[in-house]
């Protein structure tokens, strides 16, 4: 029964966080795109213990006036698993299109996805586009 229940959290912690290797690769995709980009890789040790990313360390950076964060959704998620999900903000108060003072969007697998479709420039444009669409006072495809 202790076995069962000890592989079973392995288990879990395993689909939790992804392995080392799976770990490893997507924060070395996720500083790559943030070096393209001119933000800050962040490991997700450094964000205090209830705000952490669940598997991989995130993007933080500002473009064209806007802040955004940009996070990889697990794989295991129930909706845009493999997605990256970027979260726009003003950080002058200025209200953006339709959503107040944040928006958050996905990609879609056709753009980008984890790990089949991992290009760092292609990240990296998607959130160069998305943030000159929405500067344009348009709303992005996918977002919420």
């Given amino acids: 029964m202790l076995a069962g229940t000890g592989f079973a959290a392995w ?3 395993r ?3 992804g392995s080392p290797g799976d770990r490893a690769a997507a924060n070395q995709m996720l500083q790559r795109t943030a ?3 001119g933000g800050r890789f962040r490991d997700r040790d450094e964000y205090p213990y209830l705000r952490r990313p669940a ?3 995130a993007i933080e950076g500002e473009l064209s006036a ?3 964060q940009l996070y990889l959704m697990p794989r295991n998620a129930e909706d845009c ?4 999900m970027l979260h726009i903000q003003s950080p002058q108060g ?3 299109p339709g959503r107040g003072r944040g928006l958050t969007v996905f990609t879609s697998e056709e753009v980008w996805h984890w790990p089949d479709r991992a290009d760092p420039g292609a990240l990296a444009g998607f959130i160069r586009q998305t943030i000159a669409t929405v500067n344009s ?3 992005p495809p996918n977002h919420s």
Avoid: F, S
């Fill in 66 to 68: 806007l802040e955004y």
């Fill in 137 to 139: 006072g348009h709303m």
């Fill in 94 to 96: 200025r209200p953006l």
């Fill in 55 to 57: 598997q991989y360390g």
């Fill in 11 to 13: 288990l879990g912690r």
């Fill in 35 to 37: 070096e393209l980009l």
């Fill in 15 to 17: 689909q939790t966080l």
């Fill in 81 to 84: 698993g493999g997605a990256a």
